[in-house]
């Protein structure tokens, strides 16, 4: 009854490092999703997939790529790491059957660019 | 484009009284409405949603949410607030007539529930 499951949950990063957060779901669900949450802003979506093999920017997408090779798997790639990307980070899925299903979060993974 | 505005950064209740979290949208069209709250360093759960049909949802924890077309509004309401009820809650929107079903969520609410 895994859900969806992120890693790590915590990394402290140096600028200019790069690293992948991990996010694998066991529910078959085609959407998935990345947000970052920052104090007093909400969840800011940065990408999201509707499908293997397709993704799509969201509202804040600069400093990261994705890819979507299988159903089960959305990695999130941070390049050049900077102090601005010091946030949570979470991982949602859903199964869309016209947009009327809820989503499933990760635990999350905090982040700290030094 | 769809939006939802939540316009309290914080709502504080005294144990056993009725509490009422509020969450405004924006659609062209009729909208999908969630409810969800996240305790400390934990992700999103999901409390209740709004499709069609009955106006009044009922979800998780004793929770409940009215969906008013006229006022574009869902608040969130509970008859008598609990501790354990302290937490951050996010309502969220889809706009299924716009193609996309990319939620978009709310600013968040944090809920103090006082003993």
């Known amino acids: 009854n895994a859900g969806v499951t992120q890693t790590p949950k915590f990394r402290i990063l140096k600028i200019g490092q790069s690293m992948t957060l991990q996010c694998t779901q066991d529910?078959?669900?085609?959407?998935m999703y990345w947000y970052r949450q920052d104090p007093g802003m909400g969840l800011k979506l940065i990408y999201y997939?509707?499908?293997?093999?397709?993704?799509d920017k969201g509202e804040v997408p600069n400093g990261y790529n994705v890819s979507r090779s299988t159903t089960e798997d959305f990695p999130l790639r941070l390049e050049l790491a900077a102090p601005s990307q010091t946030s949570v980070y979470f991982c949602?899925?859903?199964?869309?059957?016209?947009?009327?299903?809820?989503?499933?979060f990760g635990q999350g993974t905090r982040l700290t660019v030094v | 484009a769809q939006s939802v505005a939540q316009p309290e950064d914080q709502v504080n209740v005294a144990e056993g009284n009725p509490l009422t979290v509020k969450c405004t949208y924006s659609?062209?069209?009729?909208?999908?409405l969630f409810w969800y709250v996240q305790y400390p360093n934990r992700g999103l759960q999901f409390l209740l949603k709004?499709?069609?049909?009955?106006?009044l949802v009922k979800g998780s924890y004793g929770f409940e949410a009215e969906f008013n077309k006229s006022q574009t509004s869902f608040h969130l309401k509970k008859p008598s607030a609990l501790v354990s009820d302290s937490a951050l809650y996010f309502c969220?929107?889809?706009?299924?007539?716009?193609?996309?079903?990319?939620?978009?969520f709310g600013r968040g609410t944090s809920l103090i529930v006082h003993p």
């Open positions: 529910m078959n669900h085609n959407y």
């Open positions: 709004y499709i069609t049909g009955d106006n």
């Open positions: 659609v062209s069209g009729n909208p999908y």
């Open positions: 997939s509707v499908g293997a093999g397709i993704t």
């Open positions: 969220a929107v889809r706009d299924p007539s716009g193609g996309s079903y990319i939620p978009t």
């Open positions: 949602a899925s859903s199964s869309e059957t016209g947009g009327a299903t809820e989503a499933f």
